[in-house]
T-cell receptor, first 112, second 116 residues
C-alpha cells in the first residue's frame, strides 16, 4: 500500500533551474522523509522534517510540510546534472506498524 | 564506516527455483529491513528484523521469508520463484537509537533478480 504519492511522476528541466516535487499522504504522521535514488542504486536519505516543522533547509534542498493539507514539497535550487535521479517521500503511518512506506517517486532529469 | 552491502548484485533464476539474498548492515546497526522495488508497484516493504527477530512484515506471500543472524547480517529467501518476482531487492539498516519514524534508513545498492 502507498502512503505517499509524488507529483509529478516525471520532471525534466534545464541545468540551473529549480525543481519542485510534491508529496501527498493520507494519514496523520509524526515525520516525513525524502530520499533520492540514482538509477539502479539504493536510496539515499536526504532530509527529515517533523510534523511541528513547516520548513527545513539542507544545502540546495528546501522541504516544506503542510500537515493541514497532508502534503510536502521538495525544492532543489540551482539544479545540476548530478541531481538526475528519482525522489521519494516516505512516512510511517502512526496507527500502523513501524514500517517506512514510500511513495511512487518523481523521476527528475536535469538537461545540461 | 562501511555501508550496507548486498550480495549478489545480479541474479538470474528460472521459475520454480528458489533464491537467497544476503545483506550486511552498517556496523552497529541491528535493524534490517527489506524492500522489493518494481516499476509497477514501486517500493514495497517485505519485512524488518531486529536482534534476530522479525519485528514487522509486509503483505507478501509465505514464499518470501527472511532471517537475521547474531552478527545482524540478514538473508531473505524466495521459494518457488514466479516471473512477477523479478525486481530490485533492497536491504536497509537503521541505527539502534532510532525508530522507523525518526531515523533514516541506509540502503544497499540492491540485488537485481530476474526470473525467466
Amino acid at each position: 500500500s502507498q502512503q505517499g504519492e509524488e507529483d509529478p511522476q516525471a520532471l525534466s528541466i534545464q541545468e540551473g533551474e529549480n525543481a519542485t516535487m510534491n508529496c501527498s499522504y493520507k494519514t496523520s504522521i509524526n515525520n516525513l522523509q525524502w530520499y533520492r535514488q540514482n538509477s539502479g542504486r539504493g536510496l539515499v536519505h536526504l532530509i527529515l522534517i517533523r510534523s511541528n516543522e513547516r520548513e527545513k533547509h539542507s544545502g540546495r534542498l528546501r522541504v516544506t510540510l503542510d500537515t493541514s493539507k497532508k502534503s510536502s514539497s521538495l525544492l532543489i535550487t540551482a539544479s545540476r546534472a548530478a541531481d538526475t535521479a528519482s525522489y521519494f517521500c516516505a512516512t510511517v503511518i502512526i496507527q500502523g506498524a513501524q514500517k517506512l512506506v514510500f511513495g511512487q517517486g518523481t523521476r527528475l532529469t536535469i538537461n545540461p | 564506516k562501511a555501508g550496507v552491502t548486498q550480495t549478489p548484485r545480479y541474479l538470474i533464476k528460472t521459475r520454480g527455483q528458489q533464491v537467497t539474498l544476503s545483506c550486511s548492515p552498517i556496523s552497529g546497526h541491528r535493524s534490517v529491513s527489506w524492500y522489493q522495488q518494481t516499476p509497477g508497484q514501486g517500493l514495497q516493504f517485505l519485512f524488518e528484523y531486529f536482534s534476530e527477530t522479525q519485528r514487522n512484515k509486509g503483505n507478501f506471500p509465505g514464499r518470501f521469508s527472511g532471517r537475521q543472524f547474531s552478527n545482524s547480517r540478514s538473508e531473505m529467501n524466495v521459494s518457488t520463484l514466479e516471473l512477477g518476482d523479478s525486481a530490485l531487492y533492497l536491504c536497509a539498516s537503521r541505527s539502534p537509537r532510532g525508530t522507523a519514524d525518526n531515523s533514516p534508513l541506509h540502503f544497499g545498492n540492491g540485488t537485481r533478480l530476474t526470473v525467466t
